[in-house]
């Protein structure tokens, strides 16, 4: 059974940081396109940050590129996301998800993922 979950959001003041975690397990995490959307109360889903199988390549929307940095660790089955320099319109629920055989490119524009989590709250205060 895969599982992917996140933690490490909350509150935190516009300008701030936070690093997200999602823990892997069921799958082989190594050989996944890892990936991050966000989703906002009565908004639709942006799919915001991927990451290759390798960790050597990265892909970002434009609304997060420069602000947010997506790693991996696939020694402990983990992928992080960095968000600094937030925003209030940061505020949302972000998920990780992963999907095989794509690339992080694709993995965002496609919009379409294998395995998501159940998401951590991100409150980004004025």
């Known amino acids: 059974q895969v599982q992917l979950v996140e933690s490490g959001g909350g509150l935190v003041q516009a300008g701030g940081s936070l690093r997200l975690s999602c823990a892997a397990s069921?799958?082989?995490?190594?050989?996944?396109?890892m990936g991050w959307f966000r989703q906002a109360p009565g908004e639709e889903r942006e799919f915001a940050a991927a990451?290759?199988?390798?960790?050597?390549?990265?892909y970002y929307a434009n609304s997060v590129k420069g602000r947010f940095t997506i790693s991996r660790d696939n020694a402990n089955q983990t992928v992080y996301l960095l968000l600094s320099n937030l925003k209030p319109e940061d505020t949302a629920v972000y998920h990780c998800?992963?999907?095989?055989?794509?690339?992080?490119?694709?993995?965002?524009?496609?919009?379409?993922?294998?395995?998501w989590g159940q998401g951590t709250q991100v409150t980004v205060s004025s």
């Open positions: 998800i992963a999907r095989f055989g794509v690339s992080p490119e694709e993995l965002l524009k496609l919009r379409r993922f294998d395995y």
């Open positions: 990451i290759r199988w390798s960790g050597d390549t990265a």
């Open positions: 069921g799958l082989t995490f190594s050989t996944y396109t």
